[in-house]
């Protein structure tokens, strides 16, 4: 290996790296406020890049189909919850919330559907369809098991992503797809010369980041969030009310899906299972961080992208056992590294009398 | 439904499970046998996951172990297929060895997803490693023949997997009915409770990682020499989420569990491969969705699986009490008494910037009853953790016994003779009272693993029961002796453990908050039952809270504030202290 291939594979891996950077910082603030380690995250990056796809290629994209089935599911979950407590006097608030909000997009695609968009604008509608997959899939799943013990909740979330993606294969079909590039042509940045795609990923992951932390910072809600991650009972005792905090993360959680899946779709070719590989790398890039901190998981993100790209110039068959194996060394090391605290062991089932 | 109707039902049911092979054909055979093969991969699990709390998705890949290891010996070596066998057990018993002693340290929700990780990476490096075929698996593996037998139709193939089943369900009930069973089924307590029996965590973790491995191994084997060819594919992730579907729908908590679940999403499974081709032409991945979406709905609305509801037709068993045995478990030496129990001295626990302990040091004499009090927040719980083993000290010294144990770790200071019980009742809600104070004399008795499910140590096992009958005797349990702890309420359940505690035999009893939450009668018979504890030469120290309780109750009071040693005296010197009244009200008295 000489310099200059050292340097196109570390673009390469810091592009990926970029790319996993969002996701993890989504997946790590999914799991502090609502403890779910959510592994359909990669899914609904999966579903932006083939809707985005899809629109370019003049088609209606299957997930409209998907959010209405979605939506139709929990709009039903709501109706029966509220249908038990007799609260039809807020009933227009959950049909707003789980009926109207998703179904707005889809709406809006069926109207354009066939019509030439411009391509921010197909952008910016498949981010759309994506975002409300997140809270439907919460309010459907995990709500119900909301005390449910944390294993509980990622036996779910594991059964969730297979149910999802075997739904995205009826939907979308076996076919790959790659979308068109964005921008072309590279740019110098002093000696060395970046593709202009990888730059786009790098400023987009940073900007987006920002954003991120901006929202988490300086908004009312995102310190609901911040303390529901903290304290989960003391959030609730000052009014925080948890089920609002859980959907508004899955929410900003499939927002960075989305932006994601949008932003690696012109570099790699995204099936419809595509996601579940890249959401798992993400997710070894947040537990090398800690599962805990965001500029960890950015960091271990970044790791993970490198290893990556660098050990595929060596063995490409193996690149995702050593990416998946590296997992273990990592675990070993946190584990010993840092003191555990003590914590109690869950009851999977209840007493039988 | 009665229990010897019960009986003939189960016979019965034997009978026409050994006749099935004469009665229907070859299709629903080979179908029962993928239930057999299934439901010994999904055993592990119960085991692991429902037994031990240790939730694995990579059950598939030890399974896709002991496939790969005897096809390539049966193939490539051309050893015969009993050779296969050993080496399944011994590759998928060592990669378990050194995968969980690896992950195993891990804690909360990292040891699932670590499974995850390594789930996938086996099944990966199947599909790359030359010598197993890569993706195209291996092909012609002979049938398993054992001297002039050979298993080559579906028919023998039944009675093997059968047998092979029944042996293992054998195994397992009578490992977790043993010493060492119970203390896999202690391990979702948390390591505090544990340790303090003086079982070690990670050793038991280890022991059940390794029995579920060696299970999906012999699993994998009958697979592969049923098949007669495999490929990495039924080795993925996807299905090692299939396994903990069939533990969880049949009911991890039972070892039936692991039958009905994979019978249940065998079938299903089967029944979904005729009808779903008849309305898609995508029926394969319709097939996922349902099984996810059952999986959701079953962990939302019976997490304890069908077994719970199958159990609710089976007479209730009564068991009938412990023969009375004596003399059989080894007791502490007492030979020469201590005078002082227990020496603190200058002990000190810092937290980051927060001294909780400061310097506090003290006696406990030999027979004496010491309370540990002060207000909220003066370091009573910190200072019984370093106690207990539970978290050391900063500095200073902790000398039990005559013996040096500041940096023991709490299960060998259990072994010396120290015993203690939690604030908030740590027990086994889904055990017997009798089980739960069984697990108390753990340290008192030898039978390992292996005894264990072959049933060796039948005298041994029996004398920990007699002697947990006793102790249940001593605290007032005896006639609830068969039901659950769980039915329990508060009061007993205290009982409860220091009935556990006692099952160890200590010299020193240590208790948490014993009166927390009691009512006044309660508390009387929770002091009287201590009182008599002393008298028959038992030490105890407490920490508690609550006044009126203590006061009546020990021999000397130590008061702690603020980390510090406020005062120290009998209760009604105690009483009288100024300093101490300041501390409790705020103002002097």
């Known amino acids: 290996m000489n310099l200059e291939i050292a340097g196109i594979l570390a673009q390469d891996g810091i592009a990926n790296g970029a790319i996993y950077v969002l996701m993890a910082i989504g997946m790590v603030m999914i799991f502090a406020v609502t403890r779910v380690l959510f592994v359909p995250f990669g899914d609904l990056s999966a579903f932006a890049a083939l809707t985005l796809a899809s629109f370019q290629l003049g088609r209606m994209p299957a997930t409209v189909w998907l959010v209405v089935l979605l939506s139709a599911l929990a709009t039903a979950a709501e109706l029966l919850r509220i249908a038990r407590k007799r609260e039809w006097h807020a009933a227009h608030k959950s049909l707003a919330l789980y009926l109207v909000a998703p179904n707005a997009p889809v709406l809006l695609t069926l109207l354009l559907a066939g019509e030439s968009m411009h391509a921010a604008a197909e952008v910016v509608l498949s981010i759309a369809l994506v975002v409300p997959i997140g809270p439907l899939l919460y309010r459907i799943a995990f709500r119900p098991l909301a005390d449910a013990p944390i294993l509980v909740l990622l036996i779910v979330a594991v059964a969730l992503h297979f149910a999802v993606s075997g739904v995205a294969l009826l939907f979308f079909g076996p076919e790959g797809f790659r979308t068109r590039p964005f921008v072309s042509g590279e740019i110098a940045i002093g000696e060395v010369v970046v593709s202009m795609q990888v730059a786009l990923i790098v400023v987009s992951s940073v900007v987006f980041s920002f954003l991120f932390f901006v929202v988490f910072e300086k908004t009312m809600a995102g310190k609901a969030l911040r303390a529901t991650a903290v304290n989960r009972i003391g959030a609730r005792i000052v009014g925080i009310r948890p089920f609002r905090t859980g959907g508004l993360a899955f929410l900003l959680g499939s927002a960075l899906a989305a932006i994601s899946g949008i932003l690696v779709s012109p570099v790699a070719t995204f099936f419809f299972d595509s996601g579940f590989m890249i959401g798992l790398k993400a997710f070894v890039g947040a537990i090398v961080g800690g599962l805990a901190s965001y500029p960890l998981a950015a960091l271990g993100a970044i790791f993970v992208g490198l290893l990556e790209s660098y050990s595929s110039f060596w063995s490409s068959a193996f690149k995702e056992i050593l990416v998946f194996g590296i997992l273990i060394p990592v675990l070993l090391w946190r584990s010993l590294a840092f003191a555990q605290v003590e914590e109690e062991e869950e009851e999977l089932d209840e007493v039988e009398t | ?589």
């Not at chain 2, 009978?15 to 439901?39: D, K, M, Q, R, S």
């Not at chain 2, 043993?178 to 340790?195: D, N, P, T």
């Not at chain 2, 004496?368 to 207990?388: C, D, V």
């Not at chain 2, 009742?425 to 009798?434: A, C, D, I, Y």
């Open chain 2, 1 to 589: 439904m009665t229990r010897p109707a019960f009986r003939i039902v189960l016979g019965v049911l034997a009978a026409a499970l050994a006749a099935l092979p004469f009665v229907v054909g070859g299709f629903a055979i080979t179908l029962l046998n993928y239930v057999g093969i299934y439901a010994l991969a999904a055993l592990g699990l119960v085991l692991l996951t429902g037994m031990g709390g240790l939730t694995s998705f990579g059950q598939a890949a030890f399974v896709g172990i002991g496939a790969y290891a005897s096809a390539y010996l049966t193939t490539a070596q051309g050893l015969p297929p009993l050779i296969g066998l050993v080496a399944a057990v011994a590759t998928t018993g060592g990669v378990a060895l050194l995968l969980g002693a690896v992950t195993l340290k891990l804690g909360g929700h990292f040891l699932p997803l670590s499974t995850i990780a390594w789930g996938i990476a086996i099944s990966l490096l199947f599909g790359n490693i030359e010598a197993l075929g890569r993706h195209n698996g291996i092909a012609n593996i002979p049938p398993v023949s054992v001297g002039p037998v050979s298993f080559f139709t579906a028919e023998s193939m039944y009675y093997l997997v059968g047998l092979t089943l029944a042996g293992a369900m054998w195994l397992s009930s009578n490992l977790l009915d043993s010493r060492e069973g119970r203390a896999i089924r202690s391990l979702r307590s948390g390591a505090a409770m544990v340790e303090s029996l003086g079982i070690s965590v990670f050793r038991t973790r280890l022991a059940v990682f390794v029995i579920a491995g060696i299970f999906a191994g012999i699993s994998g084997w009958l697979y592969a020499h049923m098949q007669r060819f495999i490929s990495p594919a039924p080795f993925e992730l996807r299905t090692g989420i299939e396994y903990l579907l069939m533990a969880v729908a049949g009911g991890s908590g039972h070892i039936l569990g692991a039958v009905v679940g994979a019978a249940l999403i065998t079938f299903l499974k089967s029944v979904l491969q005729d009808v779903l081709p008849l309305l898609t032409s995508n029926s394969a991945q319709l097939e996922i969705v349902i099984y996810g979406c059952l999986f959701i709905l079953l962990l939302q609305y019976a997490r304890g699986g069908v077994i719970p509801f199958i159990l609710r037709l089976a007479p209730k068993r009564r068991a009938p009490p412990p023969a009375r045995i004596t003399g059989v478990l080894p007791k502490q030496d007492r030979s020469a008494p201590d005078a002082t129990m227990l020496e603190i001295v200058a002990v000190t626990k810092r937290f980051g910037g927060l001294v909780a302990v400061n310097e506090v040091s003290l006696k406990l004499r030999a027979g004496e009853i010491l309370g540990l009090i002060g207000p909220n927040g003066a370091g009573k719980s910190t200072l019984f953790n370093a106690i207990t083993g539970t978290d050391k000290p900063s500095s200073g010294k902790i000398v039990f016994r005559g013996r040096d144990v500041t940096h023991v770790p709490a299960r060998k200071i259990a072994a010396l003779g120290m015993a203690r019980t939690f604030q908030h009742v740590k027990l086994r809600p889904n055990m017997s009272l009798l089980e739960n104070v069984a697990l108390g004399a753990y340290l008192r008795s030898r039978c390992g693993f292996l005894g264990g499910a072959l049933r060796l140590a039948r005298a041994e096992e029996a004398a920990i029961r007699a002697d947990a009958m006793r102790q249940l005797e001593r605290v007032g349990l005896a006639d609830r002796f068969a039901d659950l702890a769980g039915n329990l309420p508060l009061a007993s359940q205290r009982l409860l453990e220091i009935a556990r505690s006692l099952a160890a035999d200590p010299v020193l009893l240590v208790l948490d908050e014993p009166a927390a939450g009691l009512r006044r009668m309660e508390k009387e018979a929770l002091a009287s039952l201590l009182h008599r504890l002393r008298e028959e030469g038992l030490t105890i120290l407490l920490v508690e809270h609550d006044m009126d309780f203590v006061m009546n109750l020990v021999d000397r009071l130590v008061v702690l504030d603020f980390g510090s040693k406020l005062a120290e005296g009998p209760p009604s010197q105690i009483r009288a202290n100024l300093q101490v009244q300041q501390a409790y009200l705020g103002v002097a008295a």
